[in-house]
């Protein structure tokens, strides 16, 4: 089965710049999307495409793809900030079409 | 707004079937694809399954395969989910996801609790 792999937990304190990666083989053919979901929410997209930020979605956050790493970028983290992230994508034979990171928690110490 | 409020959760002995239904509104519903998403107590997101806009094509998730089978009706704006031999490893909480296409990304609902117990 196709796995994308992300750490556990990321601790970070305000105002700094929290990274959170994710690897997966077929990532330099399928792009990447994060999710963020905090206690008792549904989750809510913040990057599609590897890089691109919806509407709404404030400039702290960026994405980026490097090989088989694509990577989420919190600069300036805020106490908000503190929640669960996950990375989507898809292997490159159809054979899984939608898979998921196993999350990231972000402490805002 | 785009809103997508999923219903038919509930508490189920194992071995039994459920039906779990989404009710989309706030966007042209057989224009997009839809996915169910579960997410086990203190657990991660799991894709369970999706289905093309004029139901052409179903994918499943490994782990339900055989046992669920995901259907639309784009007439009443609404998407199913029918999960027969229910596990306790099915117990979760399941959502709704609208795919936006061209690598837009997903719009979530709230969720349906699943409860598989005796």
């Known amino acids: 089965s196709y796995e994308l792999t992300q750490p556990p937990s990321v601790s970070v304190s305000p105002g700094q710049t929290a990274r959170i990666t994710c690897s997966g083989d077929?990532?330099?053919?399928?792009?990447a999307y994060w999710y963020q979901q905090k206690p008792g929410q549904a989750p809510v997209l913040i990057i599609y495409k590897d890089s691109e930020r919806p509407s709404g979605i404030p400039e702290r956050f960026s994405g980026s793809s490097s090989g088989t790493t694509v990577t989420l970028t919190i600069s300036g983290v805020q106490a908000e900030d503190e929640a669960d992230y996950y990375c989507q994508s898809a292997d490159s034979s159809g054979a899984y079409p939608v898979v998921f990171g196993g999350g990231t928690k972000v402490t805002v110490l | 707004e785009v809103q997508l409020v999923e219903s038919g959760g509930g508490l189920v002995q194992p071995g039994r079937s459920l039906r779990l239904s989404c009710a989309a509104s706030?966007?042209?519903?057989?224009?997009?694809?839809m996915h169910w998403v579960r997410q086990a107590p203190g657990k991660g997101l799991e894709w369970v399954s999706g289905?093309?806009?004029?139901?052409?094509?179903?994918?499943?998730a490994d782990s339900v395969k055989g046992r669920f089978t995901i259907s639309r009706d784009n007439a009443k704006n609404s998407l199913y989910l029918q999960m027969n031999s229910l596990r306790a490893e099915d117990m979760a909480l399941y959502y709704c996801?609208?795919?936006?296409?061209f690598g837009l990304g997903w719009v979530w609902g709230q969720g349906t609790l699943v409860t598989v117990s005796s």
């Open positions: 996801t609208k795919d936006m296409g």
């Open positions: 706030g966007f042209t519903f057989d224009d997009y694809a």
């Open positions: 077929a990532l330099p053919k399928q792009y």
């Open positions: 289905i093309t806009w004029n139901s052409g094509s179903m994918g499943y």
